[in-house]
């Protein structure tokens, strides 16, 4: 079976721009979770989503939103890029909403210029 | 944003040696998780610990969830070469029915062959 997809692998936008990631989670699995990994650093959790809804959100601002689909895939939207968001987009997907067992993706490198 | 304590950052060691690291963190955990990252990679899951004083194995790791709940350790037997790589501990926090792991700073291993 294919493990968590994420779409682009890299990706450079300018300031100010908006970014959209995608993420397929394994098959299967309906909660999807997303964090931002700044390099040198450990994972940040950003959101989770389980069946179409949000079910959690970490200490991220506004400019970022996210959404889940009926297949269980998922979509991160980043607007009004800073340069701090330059960072590793990582998604992980699980069964069920409260496991600990979650799958991480390659994740997508953004860079902001 | 929330992160935890995990020493050192970086190890240099001949290949053969055993490697310890440990994780604290202020807050009590419920679920103790190791993972590793490769350049590229998403985390993947080395261990999982989910009750106090829990030892458990994983072919030549090991882990131990502390007593007080606020601490974690990993020892790696024998390196090898493919050993290689950045360990990081994370403890699973489930809020108002979502799950969110925080992470530690990461271990940089190198094996000097």
């Known amino acids: 079976d294919a493990g968590v997809t994420q779409s682009p692998t890299h990706l450079i936008k300018t300031r100010g721009q908006q970014v959209t990631l995608r993420c397929s989670p394994i098959s299967g699995h309906k909660s999807v979770s997303w964090y931002q990994q700044v390099l040198g650093q450990g994972p940040q959790f950003i959101f989770q989503y389980y069946e179409k809804e949000e079910r959690g959100r970490g200490n991220f601002p506004d400019r970022f939103s996210a959404r889940q689909f009926p297949n269980y895939s998922s979509e991160l939207n980043v607007n009004a890029l800073l340069l701090g968001d330059s960072a590793l987009y990582l998604c992980a997907s699980s069964a069920v909403q409260s496991t600990y067992e979650q799958y991480f993706g390659p994740g997508t490198r953004l860079t902001v210029t | 944003g929330q992160q935890l304590n995990q020493s050192p950052q970086s190890m240099f060691i001949q290949e053969g040696e055993d490697v310890s690291m440990n994780c604290t963190s202020s807050?009590?955990?419920?679920?103790w998780l190791w993972y590793k990252q490769d350049p590229g990679e998403g985390p993947v899951l080395l261990i999982a610990?989910?009750?106090?004083?829990e030892l458990t194995s994983n072919g030549r790791l090991t882990a131990q969830f502390g007593i007080t709940r606020k601490d974690s350790f990993l020892n790696i037997s024998a390196s090898i070469p493919s050993d290689v790589g950045i360990y990081f501990c994370a403890g699973q926090q489930i809020i108002q029915g979502a799950q969110k792991l925080v992470f530690g700073q990461g271990t940089r291993l190198t094996i000097n062959p």
């Open positions: 610990l989910y009750k106090a004083g």
């Open positions: 807050s009590i955990f419920n679920t």
